[in-house]
């Protein structure tokens, strides 16, 4: 089992950058692929990112790339999502998830932390 708490979320203006940080806890996280889930209200969960668990490969959305960084440091059992020239519509809880490498499905979540851009 691994247990996940993200942090630095906040209110920030159309156009600043912002740092998501997810720590885990538990199990050695290096054995974990993770990633990155927003939702909006009233809308469905929307991945944003992933990155396998070492750290040599990563995906995005598309629509992500080039304002969306995800990283991660195994020796500080962390995963960070680095988000630049934020816009209004990237309001929502944003959420780290855990999986063990080649799962299918992400088992582990983090409880979330909240991003709002204001125009």
């Known amino acids: 089992q691994v247990q996940l708490v993200e942090s630095g979320g906040g209110l920030v203006q159309a156009g600043d950058s912002l740092k998501l940080s997810c720590v885990a806890s538990g199990r050695a996280f290096s054995i974990y692929s993770a990633a990155w889930f927003r939702q909006a209200p009233g809308k469905e969960r929307e991945f944003v990112a992933s990155i396998s668990s070492s750290g040599g490969r990563t995906s995005y959305p598309d629509s992500k790339k080039g304002r969306f960084t995800i990283s991660r440091d195994n020796a500080k059992n962390t995963v960070n999502l680095q988000m630049n020239s934020l816009k209004p519509e990237d309001t929502a809880v944003y959420y780290c998830?855990?999986?063990?490498?080649?799962?299918?499905?992400?088992?582990?979540w983090g409880q979330g932390t909240q991003v709002t851009v204001s125009s």
């Open positions: 998830a855990a999986k063990i490498s080649g799962s299918l499905y992400y088992d582990y």
